[in-house]
């Protein structure tokens, strides 16, 4: 062997310790970035569609689309309706009767949704919702 062969040797022996320490750096980065998609992947349930699940016992409510779909509205007392103009859909699970009016702070037309109703496909122009004493309307 001549001197440079042998200089390549001792270079390829200098380099061969450093693959595993390259190796665990790439291993680890790869580890890393994993890591850091499962963040995004666990906020999408914020954007699934709301469901007639979304209405907590205890709650009244309103939803823009039929079948429990678009906007969601629910209350627990005596209220405007906010991101709801007409409810497609309604729950009252709030044990109480509510009187869903069109206009703001009780006026204008209203209808009543006992206890315990729950409907899929309704129309109700919704401004307001006011909470009776009892449970039936």
Known sequence: MCPRDSNMTYSKRRLHP????????LVALGVLTVGLAAPAQASSPDVMPLSSASCL??????????????GFFDATG??????????????NRSGRAVRVFSGAGGT?????????V????????????????????
Do not use: I
Request: charged content about 10%.
């Open 18 to 25: 450093r693959l595993p320490r390259v190796t665990a750096a």
């Open 57 to 70: 016992a205890g709650r009244f409510c309103l939803w823009s689309g039929s079948m429990y779909t678009g």
């Open 118 to 137: 729950q409907s899929a496909s309704v129309s109700v122009p919704a401004g307001s919702v006011r909470f009776l004493t009892t449970t039936s309307c």
């Open 108 to 116: 204008g037309t209203s209808q009543c949704f006992a206890a315990g």
């Open 78 to 91: 005596n209220q405007n309706v906010t991101g709801v103009s007409r409810a497609m859909s309604v729950w």
